[in-house]
């Protein structure tokens, strides 16, 4: 049994080189919920569907996110109503797209989880309805919510940092909130008990990873299995593949390198996976207190993907 | 000033002869929400919608109802969530089709109420957006809800009983839940005391005005302006044009004919327009005590919409 703990677009792309290895019903993903945002009256899960969607195979593979030909009326539409809204509402804002095929995917949860479904309960129906063979876990089925301090502007939420923003802000500070009282979805404790290797997938380790780890117990439990817990960098020669891993990691004080990786991990895993870019490094790593292991670790293709998967596998203990 | 109490398809085309022959701003139409809904977690309103779209000629001319040039990927891709969830549930229900466009309508009503708008507030938000110069304004900003009591099978809601159930079933009773407690939406009063002309517009009696006459003080302010509050009635030659108000009124126990529509109107209206089908009739809607007013009543093009319209508001007093 293998347990990966994932944020979006690089965890993904890691479980579809890991489904490729493994047979699917022997892995569990527990997903970051951290990034989950009510728009326009639906709830959006963006981690767990990004990874539903990639291994789903229908993942739009320009943007890493959405669906495969995907149309966009609903958000053409909107746009209509974005000059009519009140100045302090976000009511009709279209910065966070929604393709029209997507948007059934939140309608469905929406409806559930007002009848009282829980998060975990949804997800195993959506990724039933998409013919998943492995396993998908919310880290938790309450509400946790990544917020982000900017000088000068107080908080924002995830989406408002990452997308309408860009993440091209400084940031002062990093919280989830909700998290103290969070409890782990059903499943996510014993994934982790029960599993012959946890892999954290190469997510951002501040705002992907991290919310994981901040759900009361998992910390704990990884801390307990240090030894079959290993990690793979999202950085790569000192910048993050994707999104804003570098630059938040420097803003918070991090080396933005798989030194500053390894240091944020070192506590819950005994290896760390970084790149043949990264080689010079080793040692370094190693001094933080991690065995390193050198991979391709860029997922341009499924064949590397899948072979990271099984150098990460085969990496623990 | 003009105000026209309204349904749905109905009123829409009524609404779209009168303001061929009156300028918009003399006009308010209040409009019946028995019908509104909560499906996937979007608030849908398909009377104010279908007045709406049928004003800013964008309504589909096929169905009544809807966007013309409407998409439905959304709804076919919660298909495959139906088959997915709980057999209690109705997500993923697709029976009430939702186009993209449509959706977005829903999307920004949906978000602007969670922010703690009313229905009215972004009613005229909404129709601003869509350059609708008339006033629309729903009955209430409180919940009503149109409810269907069926032999053998209890209550139904009204997009149960109208939409998936096609208002093939024998109806025992109707009633409007929430209704002694709702107050008239900001305006209504207002507009019912100082329109030179109110008229019915010809929708369902029953479960079309019926919602609007429900709301506490509505009536009174009918009953005591009756001389200036002319109907036009939906029914004609004993058929309704469209949807069940013949099989309604004879399952509630009114006769399915001009003389049935009087008879529910005869306290708040002095004058009834019927079709010149219907023209045989007259003495007998006189002796329910209503003027009766012959015209043609089928608003096959705009010139007829525009000529009932005419007749209706120079037919009170």
């Not at 998943?132 to 990544?146: A, F, K, N, W």
């Not at 091209?168 to 499943?187: H, Q, T, Y």
């Not at 933005?256 to 370094?284: E, F, K, M, Q, T």
């Amino acid at each position: 049994m293998i347990t990966v703990l994932a944020g979006g677009v690089g965890a993904a792309r890691f479980l579809s080189g890991l489904v490729q290895v493994r047979p699917q019903p022997e892995i569990t993903a527990i997903v970051n919920t951290g990034d989950d945002v009510v728009m326009h009256g639906l709830r959006i899960s963006p981690d767990l569907d990004t990874v539903m969607y990639t291994l789903a195979g229908a993942i739009n593979p320009e943007t890493g996110w959405g669906l495969v030909g995907e149309t966009w009326q609903a958000m053409g539409a909107l746009d209509r109503y974005a000059d009519v809204r009140p100045l302090a509402s976000a009511a009709g804002a279209t910065w966070f797209r929604l393709g029209d095929k997507d948007l059934a995917t939140h309608m469905y949860r929406t409806h559930r989880m007002a009848e009282g479904a829980s998060l975990s309960e949804v997800t195993a129906e959506i990724t039933g309805a998409w013919g998943l063979g492995l396993r998908l876990v919310p880290m938790t089925d309450d509400q946790v919510e990544t917020r982000f301090t900017v000088d000068g502007e107080g908080e924002l939420g995830f989406q408002e940092y990452f997308v309408a923003r860009r993440h091209d802000v400084a940031v002062a500070a990093v919280r989830f909130a909700g998290a103290e009282s969070a409890r782990p979805a059903p499943g996510v404790l014993d994934a982790l008990r029960s599993a012959d290797t946890i892999v954290i997938a190469p997510s951002n380790p501040l705002i992907s990873i991290g919310p994981i780890l901040a759900v009361p117990g998992i910390r704990d439990e990884l801390i307990a299995r240090r030894d079959r817990v290993v990690a793979v960098s999202p950085i790569v020669a000192g910048a993050a593949l994707k999104g804003p891993a570098d630059r938040l990691m420097a803003d918070l004080g991090f080396e933005s390198s798989v030194v500053g990786v390894a240091r944020i991990y070192a506590d819950v895993a005994s290896a760390l996976v970084v790149d043949v870019a990264d080689s010079g490094l080793v040692d370094a790593v190693q001094g933080v207190g991690m065995r390193c292991v050198v991979a391709e670790t860029v997922m341009s293709t499924p064949a590397i993907a899948a072979a990271l998967a099984e150098t990460a596998i085969t990496s623990a203990g």
